[in-house]
């Protein structure tokens, strides 16, 4: 499960994400040091930053090898679901059956055992491309200033309990344990009141209820908890009556591994009729436009594509290679520019909070 939370006695959610506070303490004073200053220090980070990369590209690389036909079959008929809504009922049924929920929740699993491993070869191995937050900051560093600013916006405290396995084990808090829930299967199994504050990064159009989670993360968190959310929205330009619009929207839903499509409206009032108070709502990239980011991670793809393209040519790699790498560079153009026609983001933040007791 990708939400995730924290609270002071000790269990957070599981997640693929690698964020922690060294990372986005070392990435913070990078960027605003210019470089310059404890090049020393700077230059061992760079390294065990980057040796980490390789690894983690190796291990992906292995397992994208492995695959089996099964599972590439599975992988590439999941997008099934991403020509579909969850606002449009009738066609989920007609497409998937009565049991559509059991049946998205099956391509997820098949999409996600996958894709996980496609981002990996990239320098989005978090799955998400972040805001644009800094001009002079790359993919990866743009993402942990994101990350730095949900510590901010849910105030985080340096010594709160966090999130990640390694960094849990690393400062002895091992009575953590890391709970993995389906949240199109509510309620969370969590008692009322149990976390001190809550983010999510672009889960929510794999949501079908959103009001329903937003009223059990309500639930579950603390009176004055705050929560931040980014994620994927359909902008006020956007017109699904106009049919380039459309078509942008049909191509870029598979792309980025949307169902549903919220707008910046509709998560508020979810959240506003759960019971929180909404403190920040906005697009958190440079002037409202992520498309400079989603042009470096669509042309280091596209590199890759054709290295894999060329592997597979030669037979130094399996086949399926090409099919998986074909389906994942598609329609980068499309994404870049919805973006930047102000049509859709997957940059909206919203930072609410639930009131204290009085
Ligand atoms: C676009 S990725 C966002 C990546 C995010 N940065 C993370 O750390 O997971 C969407 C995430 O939603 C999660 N997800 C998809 N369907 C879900 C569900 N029904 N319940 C919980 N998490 C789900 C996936 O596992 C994936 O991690």
Known sequence: MTLQSLRHSGRSSESNTESSLDDIDIAKRNIATGLSRGRHAHVDRKHAAASKRWKTFWSAFRYLQGLTPKQVDDFMASYVIYNLDWSDEKQMIATLGEDYQQKVGDCLKAYYGVLNHLCALGDVEKMYIPPWMSKKA?????????EESIAQDIGLKSGDKLFRRSFNAQRGFSNNTFVVQDFNNLPLPFEDETFDAF???QALSLCKDIPALFREIYRVVKPG???SSLDWVSLPAYDPQNPEHAELMRRVKPLIGAVGT?????LEKALTDAGFVVLKSDNASIDGLQAPLIDTVDGYFRAMRQVILGLVKLHLIPHHFKTLINRFCLDGLAFIKMDNMRLATTSYRIVAQKPARN
């Open 225 to 227: 908890a705050k929560i």
């Open 199 to 201: 983010y999510q990064i």
């Open 262 to 266: 919220p707008t910046p409206e509709s």
């Open 138 to 146: 790359t993919v990866r560093e743009n993402q942990l200033l994101y």
